[in-house]
């Protein structure tokens, strides 16, 4: 079965750097070409919807999706590594959230119902 796991989330002082990885596995023992599939960050804040930040099609064709974070995130992908990261720069209280990963087949969206496969999140803390 695909699975995503995401690490490297933890607590942070603003203005600090993390960096997020999210590891795939299982793709080609279900008959599935994994470098087929985009792969997406999300992040979803308490009490706030699940919100896409950006997707990586192939080895380095991204699409960014949140204006908060541009400048600062950077999405990367290691076919090699079967891993996709992302680099979290200049960090602020308003960037805590727990972090996921997706999969979706083929396409970017920015959409979390269009997502084929989920990690089960890792969690960033922005606090002094």
């Known amino acids: 079965q695909p699975q995503l796991v995401e690490s490297g989330g933890g607590l942070v002082q603003p203005g600090g750097s993390l960096r997020l990885s999210c590891a795939a596995s299982g793709f080609a023992d279900s008959g599935l070409r994994l470098d087929v599939y985009t792969m997406s960050w999300f992040r979803q804040a308490p009490g706030k919807e699940r919100e896409a930040l950006s997707c990586i099609r192939g080895a380095d064709i991204v699409t960014n999706y949140a204006d908060s974070v541009k400048g600062r995130f950077t999405v990367s992908r290691d076919n090699a590594k079967n891993t996709i990261y992302l680099q979290m720069n200049d960090l602020k209280p308003e960037d805590s959230a727990v972090y996921y990963c997706?999969?979706?087949?083929?396409?970017?969206?920015?959409?979390?119902?269009?997502?084929?496969?989920w990690g089960e999140g890792t969690l960033v803390t922005v606090s002094s």
């Open positions: 997706a999969a979706r087949w083929l396409r970017c969206s920015h959409y979390v119902t269009d997502m084929n496969y």
